[in-house]
């Protein structure tokens, strides 16, 4: 069986049955270069290596325009680095100038369903991965996956907050507020890294009041009492027992709106950014709370 080369060079007298016919059965990719051109010189190491990652139904074939100019007229190149996609012998895609790695394989890729997983949706399938055994009590596995995902990208701020989790519920506040620094404002990881931050108000509050055992036996003995259902809310949070957390604050507020001058509303909110909208703890508690306050 003959192995296909997946980067070669290719000209005007091969063009027709290596990339035209060639693209029958698999996806042709064509730089236009040439050796003058330093742009070329940045993009072309960048496209063969995302073409490799992709996969064997993809391949590159590199035209050189200074010594095919009839290709470079027939498909129109008017500046290099340029690029066409082939599929079937049609162009299906193209691009002109050196883009960064991440913009060519999103283009590509979406050529390329079959290709193996990017780097970017491993590590995302281990935070994901992560976050279900951290929800499921199972800290050990979620840490290690967590781990795994920093150990490949030390900037993967959702294994970040995921471990900071853990090390909260651990009681290990130091690292917490380590981890959260190394967080970037303006990325969506960062409002939870500061939910975080709050959550270790709560776990002052719960000590404060004694721990949740305590907490507990004044809640039963004065279910009426906000002031202890907030506490035992912050005590259930610190512990990773958001859904009693939730229930607690919300019971604080539909009583009282202005409870704290707003703590128990400020409270629900953190969690909210924390575990995001659409976890099964949050629920519609939005909305619920919006009904309430306005």
């Not at 693209?23 to 040439?34: C, G, K, T």
């Not at 991440?102 to 369903?113: F, G, N, S, T, Y």
Request: aromatic content about 8%; proline content about 4%; glycine content about 8%.
């Amino acid at each position: 069986m003959e192995v296909k080369s997946q980067i070669f060079d290719v000209e005007a007298a091969t063009f027709e049955e290596t990339v035209i016919k060639g693209s029958s059965d698999r996806v042709i990719v064509v730089d236009f270069w040439a050796p003058w051109c330093g742009p070329c010189k940045t993009l072309g190491p960048v496209l063969e290596e995302v073409v490799a990652a992709l996969g064997p139904s993809v391949a590159l074939a590199k035209v050189n325009v200074d010594d095919n100019q009839e290709l470079a007229t027939a498909f129109r190149v008017q500046g290099i680095p340029a690029v066409k996609v082939v599929m079937d012998g049609k162009l299906v895609d193209e691009f002109t100038g050196a883009l960064p790695k991440d913009q060519i394989e999103a283009l590509l890729r979406k050529h390329v369903p079959e290709a193996p997983a990017s780097e970017a949706e491993n590590l995302e399938e281990l935070i994901n991965q992560g976050g279900s055994y951290l929800d499921t009590g199972d800290l050990a596995s979620a840490e290690a996956l967590y781990l795994q995902a920093l150990a490949q990208d030390e900037e993967a701020f959702g294994a970040l907050v995921g471990l900071a989790r853990i090390r909260l519920m651990q009681g290990r506040a130091d690292e917490v507020r380590e981890l959260v620094s190394g967080i970037e404002q303006g990325n969506l990881e960062y409002d939870q890294g500061q939910a975080l931050l709050t959550q270790l108000e709560f776990r002052g509050t719960c000590e404060s009041a004694g721990g949740r055992q305590v907490c507990t036996e004044r809640v039963l003995a004065e279910p009426d009492n906000l002031e202890a259902r907030f506490t035992f809310g912050c005590c259930a949070a610190v512990e990773g027992d958001y859904e009693t957390a939730l229930k607690e604050w919300f019971a604080v507020v539909t009583a009282d709106k202005n409870f704290r001058q707003g703590a128990a509303k400020d409270a629900l909110v953190s969690v909210f950014h924390l575990l995001g909208r659409n976890h099964p703890a949050v629920g519609d508690y939005p909305k619920q709370l919006y009904r309430v306050l306005y």
